[in-house]
């Protein structure tokens, strides 16, 4: 399931639609989760939701539009694609470009309830994760919550039917159109434990601005390249 129905002020269509070379940022996941093995991904849209119109079209893409999207958060959202996620599945935000092994670890991953965390990037918007147990204890973008931090939730996460249907149950009596997905995560886990997957040493970036797009284009996404690049000669 991929998130892609907020708006960007900055930007005059979708995040996941700005280009990237030859592809998409939502085209490079889609090809990512292929390359993968995954068959089936569901499209959360919202602003200028006909740019994706054409994807639709594509065998095994389904687009669910939230026409709430200006005035609801990823929670509901996610709550739209309930008729039809059927079994466990991938959470990804939208407006990110990752390395691959980001979800290759997180499938490899033995817990059916995990979020992948990484480093702090110091963006000055990181959703910082604290750990107790082996298990994500708290979540929270406000660092004064936190008696240690164990990293930054990146918004790539692995969720079991079992807890998204109690993620479900829980929203429905929700008065807040504003809440998130991760909260809501966060407190289905007080009762049944959601795990965590870390990579120190991964590569990946958020576009929520015109600088951080430059940013990628200019520096982040050559350097992903040559990584990708190197790790795909040395298994040839």
């Known amino acids: 399931v991929i998130l892609a129905a907020g708006e960007r002020s900055k930007f005059q269509k979708p995040v996941g639609l700005l280009g990237l070379e030859n592809e998409t940022i939502i085209g490079r996941i889609i090809r990512l989760l292929k390359e993968c093995g995954i068959k089936k991904i569901v499209i959360i849209t919202g602003y200028e939701n006909n740019y994706f119109q054409s994807m639709k079209y594509e065998k095994d893409i389904y687009l669910i539009e939230n026409k709430q999207y200006r005035w609801t958060g990823t929670m509901a959202s996610l709550a ?11 959470l990804i935000e939208g407006d990110m ?18 979020v992948l965390i990484t480093k702090e990037s110091g963006s000055g918007d990181e959703v910082f994760v ?14 004064n919550q936190f008696n240690k931090i164990d990293g930054e939730m990146i918004g790539i996460s692995k ?12 929203f429905k009596n929700n008065q807040n159109p ?6 809501m995560l966060l407190d289905v886990g007080r009762t049944y434990n959601i795990g965590y997957v870390k ?7 958020e576009i929520d601005n015109t600088w951080q797009y430059k940013n990628l284009i200019d520096y ?5 390249k040559r990584k990708e690049n190197t790790s795909n000669e040395k298994f040839k």
């Open 199 to 205: 990579i120190y040493d991964l590569i990946w970036t």
């Open 130 to 143: 604290e750990l107790k147990n082996g298990f994500i204890y708290k979540i929270s973008k406000d660092i």
């Open 80 to 90: 739209l694609a309930s008729t039809i996620i059927n079994d466990d599945f991938l």
């Open 159 to 170: 969720i079991s039917i079992d807890i998204y249907r109690k993620m479900l149950a829980e």
């Open 97 to 114: 470009i990752f390395e691959k092994k980001a979800i290759d670890k997180i499938i490899e991953s033995s817990n059916r309830n995990c």
């Open 178 to 183: 504003y809440m998130n997905y991760e909260y």
């Open 220 to 224: 982040i996404y050559p350097i992903l």
